[in-house]
């Protein structure tokens, strides 16, 4: 997958988690902003200096498991992650 198709991927999946938050159980975003932050750090492989990337993947760290516990704090990380991404591809 060249760059422009995974950073594309990436918004995709992380404005999806974003979207499905109203869903009952957030193990669907979990799993989906979780994969975000995996891509960023297959993304960073290739380009270690991207700044975007390393922002958007420390921005999932510390909120990307309290969906179950502060779902305002998980909605505002997922919400604050898609437009990180956005950023990639601008």
């Not at 422009?4 to 999946?13: G, I, K, N, S, T």
Request: hydrophobic share 40%; charged share 25%; proline share 6%.
């Amino acid at each position: 997958m060249n760059q422009m198709d995974a950073r594309e991927l990436l918004v995709y999946m992380t404005t999806s988690a974003a979207g499905v938050n109203g869903e009952p159980h957030y193990y669907g975003p979990l799993r989906m902003i979780e994969s975000v932050q995996r891509l960023c750090g297959l993304l960073l492989q290739d380009d270690p200096e991207n700044e975007t990337l390393k922002a958007l993947a420390a921005r999932i760290e510390p909120d990307k498991h309290k969906g179950m516990t502060d779902p305002q704090a998980f909605q505002q990380m997922l919400d604050e992650a898609a437009a990180l991404s956005v950023d990639l591809i601008l």
